[in-house]
């Protein structure tokens, strides 16, 4: 069992930056692919990013390419997510999730273990 904690979430304005951070225990996961997702009120789970156990390989959502970057620090069995230039539309809860050893997926249900999400807010 792997269990993942988000962090970092929170209000900000848009054009602004925040860095989600992705708390890994119970087993260590540098052989797990790591991906963000969110989901915002009344749409579907939307795929942002993932990156490989290795970190050689990443694969990112066309509507925050350029703008987010995806990141993992397997020495601390943690994964980042930095958030520049925000926006209203970025607004949901954002979870990770993680696959042993496979592909950058987009698709939620290649993932294997999820944490609880935290919220972000852009406004206006």
């Known amino acids: 069992q792997v269990q993942l904690v988000e962090s970092g979430g929170g209000l900000v304005q848009a054009g602004d930056s925040l860095r989600l951070s992705c708390a890994a225990s119970?087993?260590?996961?540098?052989?797990?692919?790591v991906g963000w997702f969110r989901q915002a009120p009344g749409k579907e789970r939307e795929f942002i990013a993932a990156?490989?156990?290795?970190?050689?390989?990443?694969n990112y959502a066309d509507s925050v390419k350029g703008r987010f970057t995806i990141s993992r620090d397997n020495a601390k069995n943690m994964g980042y997510l930095q958030m520049n230039s925000l926006r209203p539309e970025d607004t949901a809860v954002y979870y990770c999730?993680?696959?042993?050893?496979?592909?950058?997926?987009?698709?939620?249900?290649?993932?294997?273990?999820w944490g609880q999400g935290t919220q972000v807010t852009v406004s206006s």
């Open positions: 990156v490989t156990w290795s970190g050689g390989s990443t």
């Open positions: 119970g087993r260590i996961i540098s052989s797990y692919t």
């Open positions: 999730a993680v696959r042993y050893r496979g592909s950058p997926s987009n698709r939620g249900d290649n993932y294997d273990y």
